[in-house]
């Protein structure tokens, strides 16, 4: 056995991971924000081609992988008023609980429940959430072209794999301003879930994706969230982030 080529090949492999954990880390630090908000308005579109529009209001406010998030349905009718409250965990799956109007109670979502769809939407309840960094082991796969985009390929493993519902991710992350531009959601070596970016430009000094489209590759239905009114660091007041105030409406 070639011993040289052997360590040579541990020492390659462990510059890629460090590598791929770099470019992360790059990206998530010219991402951080102190707050965001935004109204979305979604077009669901399923298999059979009919299409679905639902709006909610998003606000978001903490450090990356440790914040909390409150999303309101603002319409059709008969989802307006519902919302859901985020608390991301630096170590563990995030905490949801979700508020319906007309049986007047919260509910906390299970860890099970959450790769159920969101509300008809191709957004499970777990792609609501943000997980931090540590939570993912990083392998730099290689280099692609994605829309004209030259992108880095990155494969993110879940460290707890039962805190997820799916096996990896993997990612396309642009090399000119690090950001991401499209997600693959894999169960075991199927692609379950595409996530794609667009509309990227500069909002307040961030680069920021406009439009985002999830597509549920086995239900062949997707999702088109447009972010209208994105803005970034307004003042949040904290206790507009609670259980409380999920049941109030403020």
Known sequence: MNHGYLIYCLLAS???AQDARQIMQESEKRGQVKSQRYEGVLQVFESNGRMREKRWVYERTGSYGNSK???????????????????????????????TPAIGRERRIALQDR???????????????????DQFDFKLQGEDNVGGT????????????????????????SKDHYVTTQLDA?????V????????IGDVQGIWSARALVMTDLKRK??????????EYNSPMKDEAFTVQALRLGQ
């Open 186 to 190: 894999h169960v075991k070596d199927e």
């Open 115 to 133: 790769s159920t769809r969101f509300f008809g939407t191709d957004f499970s309840f777990e792609d609501m959430e943000e997980r931090d960094l």
């Open 221 to 230: 239905s997707h999702t088109l969230l447009k972010l209208d009114k994105l």
């Open 69 to 99: 998030a409150m999303l309101r349905f603002t319409g059709p009718p008969e989802v307006k008023g519902i919302a859901l409250l985020i608390a991301n965990r630096p170590d563990r799956a995030s905490e949801q609980w979700m508020w």
């Open 192 to 199: 379950v879930r595409r996530l794609k970016y667009l509309e």
């Open 14 to 16: 462990a510059a890629m």
């Open 150 to 173: 030259q992108c880095w390929r990155i494969e993110a493993t879940p460290k707890q794999t039962k805190a997820s519902q799916y096996t990896n991710l993997v990612l396309w992350v």
